[in-house]
């Protein structure tokens, strides 16, 4: 071999091409992050406003005199 094919050699020896590793977006996870907290906030005020519902429900019924808390005797 002569010497610049040795060179040659040498250099594309370097010059493999190795995968790059990419490591998260940060943008994505924020934004990822922030959707999925949007979402479990609006199950939690979903089930929030539908407990109120049934409370005010109930007091209403007590008020009216449709149900009474005080056992039967």
């Known amino acids: 071999m002569s010497r610049i094919d040795k ?4 250099k ?3 010059r493999i091409p ?9 943008v994505k996870e ?8 949007l979402v479990a906030g ?3 005020k979903m089930h929030h406003w539908n407990e ?4 005010r429900a109930f007091y209403d019924m007590l ?3 449709e149900i009474s808390v005080v056992a039967e005797e």
């Open 30 to 37: 924020i934004v990822i992050g922030m959707a999925l907290g």
């Open 7 to 10: 060179e040659k050699n040498s």
């Open 42 to 44: 609006g199950f939690w």
């Open 12 to 14: 594309m020896a370097g």
């Open 63 to 65: 008020e009216k005199g």
């Open 52 to 55: 109120q519902r049934k409370v």
């Open 18 to 26: 190795h995968p790059t590793l990419k490591g998260p977006s940060v």
